[in-house]
């Protein structure tokens, strides 16, 4: 990829991103050198624009940023880094440069588990429950959710909150199987949730 360095006189805005919960963790500064090394160590390295040097993040308090990728904006001219913390990113302690916590919206995981799911699907690998769900048809799938969305009403009604969150998850989990041999994946409900949300809806 081009950077370009130039325009800002060797030095463009990297923007820190954790990789896993997609917080913001920093803002930092890096010229050609820094980039390199970057790239070159696996640990993110920024330029010090005080004592005019590099300084590889954590390099004092064991505190790393582990990369994951790096992509140039549409004017090549900042960067988006994609990393793993090694604990506390700011220097005054805090997960953040903003005082955030880091920690995922559980939501995240359903894309990530709409993903396992569809490699479940593609490579069917053998042992696999989910493949055996894909093996037995969409008629056994459908069944599925139905039994499992049944007993989430029973622990609704007659259960305790553990069991039906466990129920509910069981539910969820097959429902997501079911669109995806549909071709459909969960974020097409949360899309007609969205499409809902709008005070203009009409129910169809």
């Not at 582990?66 to 700011?90: F, K, Q, R, Y």
């Amino acid at each position: 990829m081009e950077i370009d360095f130039d325009k800002s006189g060797g030095l463009v805005p990297a923007i820190i991103q954790d990789a896993t919960t997609m917080k913001v963790l920093m803002l930092g500064y890096m010229n050609r050198e820094a980039y390199e090394k970057t790239i070159q160590t696996g640990r993110v390295t920024f330029y010090s624009r005080s004592r005019k040097c590099l300084w590889t993040k954590g390099e004092t308090s064991g505190n790393y940023l582990e990369l994951v990728s790096i992509a140039p904006d549409c004017d090549n001219d900042t960067l988006l880094v994609m990393a793993h913390p090694c604990g506390p990113t700011c220097h005054k302690g805090t997960d953040t440069c903003w005082g955030e916590a880091n920690e995922a919206n559980p939501l995240l995981f359903l894309t990530t588990l709409q993903d396992f799911i569809e490699k479940r699907h593609e490579e069917m690998p053998e042992g696999s429950y989910t493949t055996s769900l894909f093996k037995d048809g969409i008629n056994r799938m459908a069944q599925k959710v139905g039994e499992e969305a049944l007993e989430a009403v029973i622990e609704a009604v007659n259960g305790s909150n553990e069991r039906l969150i466990y129920e509910g998850a069981d539910m969820l989990y097959h429902l997501t199987v079911l669109l995806t041999s549909k071709g459909l994946r969960i974020e097409d409900l949360a899309k007609e949730l969205q499409v809902r949300h709008d005070p203009n809806w009409h129910k169809h």
